[in-house]
């Protein structure tokens, strides 16, 4: 069903910046807070600058395509792990804009750590050959966590006041040391640039040393979205087309042989609502039907009880959440969305990895606070 967690629900992905920093840090393990001031001072304003050779012999290719993950030449890993601080450094300069104190750098990434391989399985008959420790394993750079399979950038606030964050910090504001770091690196530096980050095991708190290689994609105001996908109302004659039964409800799609498929969001307002407005964070009411652009129907709210179901523009695809934004209560929609607004390069249940979807949304209501979780059609 559409609803809210991505695991269990398949149409709801996480907005926030806090989520794709709350996996970064989810996956590492990082340490927490009072362990970051004890080692704070490792990280002074010069820390950069000491140990970085290692980091300036990655070999790093940026596609032209930016829907296209860099790639790293894992040969030029080896020593890294050899670096014993914090160390960050910029492979290669941008050409955009200059990134500024009090905005946001929006970056993606590829995550690596330095862990042990799979253990040999053990040999019974041979307890020489058992399965060595974890201790005793060699361990070699590992690439475990892509920002390009998510389909989204990563904000970052710009601090540029040490003095500031710390103060934030005893506060228990919990700035995330990582964002930080990737806060500190960015500053002064230009769109486009691409950079390394090292963090020993000392920072992540779990024996494993982390390597984060990205490009600076663009830069913002703070809070901005920078995926939000581009809407057109216009949309072309040969789009694809849903079908209704004798009771309106959507049946099937038509897809012409000749639709292109085209970076936008395309929105075809098949009835115009006449209620509330929707904003970007509403809650509200829906029935839908979604199709693959070969016909096949992956997920609709007929097929569960025939009742509307109330869902929170915050956490589901942009495709959905800027398509349907804007609208008014009563607006039944045709909504034709590609991959990078859907879910990109993963499969999500019954949807493959990168499918262009067609959906009809019809907007019953708007859910106030209160109301959530009682039955939409109360």
């Known amino acids: ?36 001031l004890l080692a704070f001072s490792s990280f002074s304003k010069n820390s950069f600058g000491d140990h970085n050779n290692a980091l300036k012999k990655l070999s790093v290719t940026v596609p032209e395509n930016k829907k296209e993950a860099l790639t790293v030449d894992e040969s030029t890993l080896d020593g890294i792990e050899k670096i014993d601080k914090v160390s960050g450094v910029v492979l290669k300069d941008g050409t955009g804009e200059t990134i500024s104190v009090g905005r946001q750098a929006n970056i993606r990434y590829l995550m690596y750590a330095y862990a042990a391989a799979k253990a040999p399985t053990a040999d019974a008959s041979n307890p020489e050959n058992a399965a060595t420790s974890s201790e005793n394993q060699e361990k070699k750079w590992q690439k475990f966590m892509s920002s390009w399979d998510f389909g989204k950038s990563m904000p970052v606030e710009i601090f540029g006041d040490e003095d500031k964050l710390l103060s934030e910090i005893s506060t ?45 994609i663009s830069q913002t105001d703070l809070s901005v979205d920078p995926d939000a996908p581009k809407i057109s109302y216009d949309v072309p004659a040969n789009a694809p087309e849903v079908k209704f039964d004798e009771n309106s409800k959507p049946t099937t799609i038509n897809v012409p042989g000749d639709f292109q498929k085209s970076d936008a969001v395309y929105v075809k307002v098949l009835k115009a609502g006449d209620d509330d407005d929707v904003a970007l964070d509403s809650t509200v009411s829906v029935h839908y039907t979604g199709w693959l652009l070969d016909g096949t129907k992956f997920d609709s709210s007929y097929d569960h009880g025939d009742k509307p179901v109330d869902i929170s523009l915050n956490d589901v695809i942009r495709g959905w959440r800027y398509g349907i934004a804007g609208q008014k209560v009563g607006a039944k929609l045709e909504l034709l969305i590609p991959s990078e607004h859907a879910y990109g390069k993963q499969a999500t249940g019954k949807v ?27």
């Open 172 to 216: 228990s504001k919990q700035t995330d040391p990582t964002v930080y770091r990737l806060s500190k690196l960015c500053n002064d530096k230009k769109v486009g640039a691409t950079f390394a980050l090292f963090m020993p095991s000392l920072e992540t708190g779990d024996d494993a040393k982390i390597l984060i290689v990205g490009e600076i």
């Open 352 to 378: 493959p990895a990168d499918s262009y979807l067609v959906f009809y949304v019809e907007v019953n209501k708007k859910v106030v606070k209160g109301d959530a979780g009682k039955p939409a059609n109360q």
């Open 1 to 36: 069903m559409l609803l809210v967690t991505k695991e269990k629900k398949p149409m709801s992905k996480k907005n926030k910046t806090i989520v794709m920093v709350a996996s970064m840090v989810g996956a590492i393990g990082l340490i927490v807070v009072p362990v970051f």
